[in-house]
Structure formats: structure tokens, C-alpha cells
């Protein structure tokens, strides 16, 4: 009898080891996993000759209308190229989002928001569809800011805008956002000087609350020529698939073109911050400015140096529960 209840004891005691050493390898598998894609990313990101996330954040003597709208700084390969690194830096940031999202489950705050601005035809809508194309749905909010609604009207302007913030371990895009109420009313005139001037101040006190409760902020403005919007816009007039996204006001705003470049000028001389900077993307070349948006966020991403979570349960007691179930 002591013979056979001390071999019980034995195997059960090398079930336990086994389990126990498919964990550590289950756990040195996922790290190793990961030090493989931090170390892909590194890699693809040496196909930069200069760092964009560093040589495109807007600066004093950095001057909108004076930037080469068809340049491609730091990117000295072709078209393929970057189409073929968006794809290839795509896949890492959904392996990046997948923890950024676990994570977020579990109780980080970590998120990130994107700000796209620029002129009509800039491609901020494309650039979100390449960029985050092998992305899961469930972690990424898209969301398009239009004219104010008359109950977003009743509301102050930031109200809107709260509401469609990342929540935890998510990634939200805004197409348009909070600085359209600062450009619209100065070039309009919809709201007096003193109202517009003091957001300013307003929207660097809510973009610092933000990245101090864990948020990122990334702010990308996409730079265009007026001769490129007007080719753009007579390719949309030409194709009946693509009478849907024109709309006759805006033409009207390509009359205010300068106006726009200023106002635009003074956003990023008075809200481009250390905790979050304004990129200005050249953007004629749209493969050219994916390309860029794919680095800077998959950097940010990398930067947080993420790890899955790890089992806030018994997984022995779990799993031995399932099995007499």
C-alpha cells in the first residue's frame, strides 16, 4: 500500500514539474516573440535616412506655406517601397495593438489618440484605411468631426469632443477635431476674437490632462499644394463613383486658401507641445505621408514597451477544474 500511494505522489509531483516547465516555456516563448517584433521594428524603421517621428514635428521657422509639398524627407525609395513597408509596419501595429488592448482589459490607461487635420483632398481618410489595415476592430475608434449639431451647440465645444476620446487600451483617429473651433470662427467670424483666442490655452490645459492620465497624443497635419486640391478635385468631378465626397463649399473655401494657412500657422505656433507635438506631413505623395503616420505611430506604440497580462487567477486550480467538469 505505501509503495503504490508513494508512486501516486511521484507522478502526480512530475505532472506538476511538466506543467510548470510548460509555463516557463510558454512564457519564454512570448518573450522571445516579442523581442521579435520589437527587434522587426527596429529594423524597418532603419529604412528612414532621417527619423520622421524627430525631423517632420513642427518647430520655430517652420512655415506652412512655404514647405515643399512634394517632398518626401527622409524617404529616398520608391513608391513600392513604402507601399510595401506600410504593409509590413501595419502588421507589427496590429501585433502592438493587440497588447495595447489586453492591457487596457486589465486596467491600463495607456491609449492613444490621433488628430488628422489638413485640407480637403489631404487623404486623411485613405491614410487611416492603409494604415490600420491589419488592425482588430475591437480597440480602434475612427471618428469624423463635422459642423457642430445644434445639441453639440449647446454644449461647450470640448464636449464633443470628450466624448469620442480612447478609452482604455483603445486607439482613437479623428478626422478633423477640437482646432476646427479655433480655425473656423477666426477665418468666419462665427465667434468673437476673445472666444476663439482663449482656446488656445483651453486645448493645451485638455491635451496635458490627457497624456499625464496615460494618453498619447499624436498630431499630424497633412500638408498640400492648391494646385494638387484643384487636380483632386477635378478627378472626383470626373468619376460619378466619387460625386458623394464632393460638395460645392469646398470650393469656396479654396477662395480663403491663405486664411487657412494662417490660421493653421498660428495652431501649431501656439499648441504644438513638448507632451504633443504637431507633425507637418508632405502629403502630395499620400504613399509618402502613410508611410510616415505607419512609423511615428508603430515607434509610439514600441516606446510603451508593452507585455500581455498576466493571470490575475489560479491557472493550476482553474485548469484542474475544467478537467473534472
Known sequence: MGNKHERQLTIKELRTVQAQELRKQTKRHIHDRLQIVRKESSELSAIWDVDPDSALRFHSGVVLGDVDCE???GF????????EFVSLSSDEIGNYQSLLYANGVKGSRRRILIVLQGMDT???????????????????????????TQKELNHDYLWRIRRELPKYG?????????????????????????IWEARYDEINDFEHRLTQDGCV?????????KDFQKKRFLRRLDDPRKYWKFDPSDVKAREHWDDYMDAWQEVME????????????????????RAVLSQILRARLQDMNLSWPPADFNVDLVRQHLKVM
Not at 499648441?271 to 507637418?280: I, M
Open 122 to 148: 489631404s487623404g486623411k481618410g485613405s491614410m487611416v484605411e492603409h494604415v490600420f489595415s491589419q488592425t482588430n476592430p475591437m480597440g480602434i475608434h475612427y471618428h469624423g468631426f463635422g459642423a457642430p
Open 170 to 194: 483603445w486607439i482613437s483617429i479623428f478626422d478633423r477635431s477640437h482646432y476646427e473651433d479655433i480655425v473656423m470662427p477666426r477665418i468666419f467670424g462665427t465667434y468673437p476674437r476673445q
Open 76 to 83: 529616398e525609395s520608391r513608391k513600392s517601397d513604402a507601399k
Open 270 to 289: 501656439r499648441t504644438s507641445t513638448d507632451y504633443a507635438p504637431w507633425h507637418v506631413i508632405p502629403a502630395n505623395h499620400r504613399w509618402y505621408s
Open 71 to 73: 517632398s518626401t524627407p
Open 217 to 225: 497624443i499624436i498630431k499630424i497635419f497633412l500638408c498640400i499644394s
